[in-house]
């Protein structure tokens, strides 16, 4: 198989239904030396008290980023693939603004290192044609990094989501969250 990069139509799916709480995601994205050893992705448990559901909080990437808007010493940058990078270490104040603003709740302040950190898409691999780590490791391809037909032949029962309200507010993502046909209703104004 050929080395494809950003400028290919590879997209970031994750598959909620599919999440069974093993955390090969965290612990690969804990390998990562450009993260400190510190896992970007999250796996949580929705009701651990009722079920074993998990679902998997990975950063969403925005169009148009909560987190880089509010940052005071835009420590918080896009680049042009849309990758929605950590804060910069010399510009970051800590101060959390990120941390508040983003509606999916990813940015997390690393107090040991007074630094907002969160996923970068594994930048240092995916622009460099690999697969970002969470997606190479997870089991189940609740995480799965490909292109929209890939996606359409592996789940033909769901269809992806990358734009989301809250409130009056539409964001959309570079990554795209897996839903059950038809379970999804579009919006009208």
Same mark, same amino acid.
């Given at each position: /198989?050929?080395? #494809?990069?950003?400028?290919?139509?590879? @997209?970031?799916?994750?598959? /909620?239904?599919?999440? +069974?709480?093993?955390?090969? !995601? @965290?612990?690969?994205?804990?390998?990562?030396?450009? =993260?400190?050893?510190?896992?970007? +992705?999250?796996? =949580?448990?929705? &009701?651990?008290?009722? #079920?074993?559901?998990?679902?998997?909080?990975?950063?969403?990437? !925005?169009?148009?980023?909560? !987190?880089?808007?509010?940052?005071?010493?835009?420590? +918080?940058?896009?680049?042009?693939?849309?990758?929605?990078?950590?804060?910069? #270490?010399?510009?970051?104040?800590?101060?959390?603004? $990120?941390?508040?603003?983003?509606?999916?709740?990813?940015?997390?302040?690393?107090?040991?290192?007074?630094?907002?950190?969160? $996923?970068?898409?594994?930048? &240092?691999?995916?622009?460099?044609?690999?697969?970002?780590?969470?997606?190479?490791?997870?089991?189940?391809?609740?995480?799965?990094?490909?292109?929209?037909? @890939?996606?359409?032949?592996?789940?033909?029962?769901?269809?992806?989501?990358?734009?989301?309200?809250?409130?009056?507010?539409?964001?959309?993502?570079?990554?795209? +969250?897996?839903?059950?046909?038809?379970?999804?209703?579009?919006?009208? &104004?």
């Amino acid at each position: /198989m050929p080395v #494809t990069n950003y400028s290919t139509n590879q @997209e970031f799916f994750v598959d /909620m239904q599919r999440c +069974i709480g093993c955390k090969a !995601c @965290e612990m690969a994205c804990a390998e990562c030396e450009t =993260n400190g050893h510190e896992s970007m +992705i999250h796996v =949580n448990y929705v &009701d651990r008290a009722v #079920t074993i559901q998990t679902t998997v909080q990975v950063c969403m990437h !925005c169009d148009d980023p909560a !987190c880089a808007n509010v940052c005071p010493a835009d420590a +918080i940058s896009k680049d042009e693939f849309g990758v929605v990078h950590t804060a910069n #270490t010399s510009r970051c104040i800590g101060c959390s603004n $990120c941390v508040m603003a983003c509606p999916f709740g990813v940015p997390k302040k690393n107090e040991a290192y007074d630094l907002m950190m969160k $996923c970068n898409m594994c930048y &240092d691999r995916t622009s460099a044609g690999k697969k970002p780590m969470c997606a190479t490791v997870c089991p189940t391809q609740a995480l799965f990094y490909g292109t929209r037909a @890939e996606m359409a032949m592996m789940r033909p029962n769901s269809t992806p989501v990358n734009n989301f309200i809250f409130g009056n507010e539409n964001v959309s993502t570079k990554v795209n +969250i897996m839903m059950p046909k038809g379970s999804t209703v579009l919006r009208v &104004d």
